[in-house]
């Protein structure tokens, strides 16, 4: 069973920007907290941005004031929208929510990664 599913990502030039999404397509399931994940080749996978239920948001320094974290409840989607990138942004980004279903929450549900390329 897909828990959630990623979408976005590709190429773009330095200076572009780029939207990520993760979905989570399960009738009555929604996106309850979220976290997004980059890995880059030959580093360990770091953690950039979070979204919890209530609002609080947290940015890596690194993407702090390029990058921004939302949802959108009708599409059950939480999104990365990504400005201002970089050649060191290139890396495969990852989302891993938590989701509601009715009053159960339960957390660690990792997309398959999407892959973003920055260069000129």
């Known amino acids: 069973q897909v828990h959630v599913v990623q979408g976005g990502g590709g190429w773009v030039q330095p200076g572009g920007s780029l939207r990520l999404s993760c979905t989570a397509p399960e009738s009555g399931v929604t996106i309850y907290a979220m976290e997004w994940y980059r890995q880059a080749p030959g580093k360990q996978r770091e953690l950039i941005a979070t979204?919890?239920?209530?609002?609080?948001?947290y940015y890596e320094d690194a993407v702090k004031g390029r990058f921004s974290v939302s949802r959108d409840n009708t599409k059950k989607t939480g999104y990365l929208q990504m400005n201002k990138l970089a050649p060191e942004d290139t890396a495969v980004y990852y989302c891993n929510a938590g989701l509601k279903k009715g009053y159960e929450i339960n957390y660690d549900y990792w997309g398959q990664g999407t892959q973003v390329t920055v260069s000129s």
């Open positions: 979204f919890e239920n209530e609002g609080g948001t």
